[in-house]
């Protein structure tokens, strides 16, 4: 299938694209939605901004667009978008959330389009392993959640953060992936990718429960270099 891919940056984005290319589909677009507020029911928002850059790693032409935010609104947004597209289908990161899941099969059904979900109901856990099978360089850019603290903030995806989680899982209930809104994060480098993710400068803002580090600059470097 001839797909458009939403994106965000974020592990789960990024994973899912990369299942449906390695499904043998053609992800013809990237397409990033805008929020204007910070409480998007729909869309992540640290760093949305970097996907421009994600776009050049992977060579796949990015289509991004504003959106209110406001709930159900930022679902006709989206629908607007997609309707103006040459696609089969759309794929996304949904896992758990039936709310994103639920309104994307409904905008895919009014516009006779396929929605893919390659990750839906997996097991969390094996979801973060396979980020790190598979090469993913993931950072935390945004903490929400009793147990993530401010040296979250910048900190790697990789095996001691994902036993960290499970702890906070076992102590808190949080989500391992975060579906229900306890961190975000951005993908610095997968297998798809070109070039990699390097920050040049950032800042960090945290109100003593909550932070999130928003990236000022980027760049693309070789990988290896």
């Not at 991004?64 to 629908?79: C, H, N, Y």
């Amino acid at each position: 299938m001839r797909l458009a891919a939403l994106v965000s940056g974020g592990k789960d984005s990024m994973l899912a694209l990369h299942h449906a290319v390695w499904a043998g589909h053609e992800v013809a677009y990237l397409v990033a939605m805008m929020p204007e507020r910070e409480d998007s029911w729909m869309f992540h928002v640290p760093n949305v901004h970097i996907t421009p850059l994600i776009a050049e790693a992977l060579g796949i032409p990015l289509v991004s667009r504003r959106t209110s935010g406001v709930r159900e609104q930022e679902v006709e947004d989206l629908r607007a978008v997609l309707a103006e597209l040459d696609v089969d289908g759309v794929v996304s990161g949904a896992v758990r959330s039936r709310y994103q899941r639920e309104r994307i099969d409904r905008i895919c059904e009014e516009l006779g389009l396929v929605s893919y979900a390659p990750l839906w109901g997996r097991d969390e856990l094996s979801i973060l392993e396979e980020l790190l099978e598979e090469g993913f360089k993931a950072i935390f850019v945004g903490v929400f959640a009793y147990g993530l603290d401010a040296s979250w903030l910048g900190r790697e995806l990789d095996e001691e953060a994902i036993k960290d989680l499970v702890a906070l899982r076992e102590r808190y209930g949080i989500s391992l992936i975060g579906e229900g809104g306890e961190y975000e994060t951005l993908v610095l480098d997968a297998p798809l990718y070109k070039a990699r993710l390097e920050i040049t400068d950032y800042e960090i803002s945290w109100d003593g429960y909550t932070g999130v580090l928003k990236v000022k600059s980027a760049r693309l470097v070789p990988k290896g270099a």
